[in-house]
């Protein structure tokens, strides 16, 4: 899929986020708990002895790549094609595999596969499996739109530290997955050693350990 599609992912702004998801990230929850001691739900900020702080849009293209600006992601998009049949809902693995394809890559196959990845990686659905959800966006950047995916990813960020922080830190939906790149990315001193390559095009990146290709195709 990388290979076919790669140089679309990196014109509409994806591809940086796509090579994190399959990726690495070493989860330091203990930093990740102490952290979130610090969040207030009145300001959506940590609020540390320096003052608050709060990720921005700013952040995220830093260190994922996802575009800041561009067309307006959201929950109103309105894309017939390329489209492809989805009835059942299915967990992440028998979703792979029912809609994987041999050869070339079709229109269809491509957006299954941003599908899941939307659902898996970047909007982390509680539900465990490939929701509807998200199928007109998926369209949408399968259709080569610039969609600003920074405010919408953000938004959700926001939203599962209220949720994380109202279920007693036992269990959130959302990309928190981006929170330890963030507090590293602030406080070097409690980062993993970096990844110093200079071909990496987000910071992120530099934090992750590439396990090679998934087989999503």
């Known amino acids: 899929m990388m290979e076919a599609k790669g140089d679309l992912w990196r014109q509409i702004g994806i591809r940086d986020a796509i090579l994190l998801s399959r990726s690495l990230i070493d989860m330091d929850k203990n930093l990740f ?30 260190l994922t790549g996802l575009r800041p600006h561009g067309l307006e992601a959201n929950y109103f998009l309105s894309q017939k094609t390329p489209y492809f049949e989805y009835k059942e809902p299915l967990s992440f693995t ?3 595999n029912h809609y994987a394809q041999k050869g ?31 199928m007109d966006l998926a369209c949408a950047l399968a259709s080569e739109q610039k969609l600003a995916l920074g405010p919408l990813v953000l938004a959700h960020l926001y939203r599962g530290m209220k949720e994380l922080i109202s279920n007693k830190f036992i269990f959130a939906p959302g990309p928190l997955w ?12 409690l980062a993993p050693p970096m990844n110093k ?20 195709r």
């Not at 102490?34 to 830093?62: C, E, I, P, Y």
């Not at 981006?178 to 001193?189: G, Q, R, T, V």
């Not at 350990?209 to 998934?214: D, K, L, N, Y």
């Open 104 to 134: 070339p890559v079709e229109d269809s196959e491509h957006v299954a596969f941003l599908l899941y990845w939307l659902n898996k990686f970047i909007f982390c659905v509680s539900a465990n499996r490939v929701t509807k959800d998200f």
């Open 33 to 62: 708990l102490a952290a979130s001691q610090f969040w207030s739900v009145t300001t959506n900020s940590f609020h540390f002895k320096v003052g608050l702080m709060g990720r921005t849009l700013q952040d995220l293209a830093f």
């Open 178 to 189: 981006i929170m330890p790149l963030w507090l590293w990315s602030y406080f070097p001193k």
């Open 94 to 96: 028998p979703f792979i």
């Open 197 to 216: 390559n200079p071909k990496h095009t987000c910071h992120g990146l530099h934090y992750a350990g590439i396990r090679g290709p998934r087989k999503a």
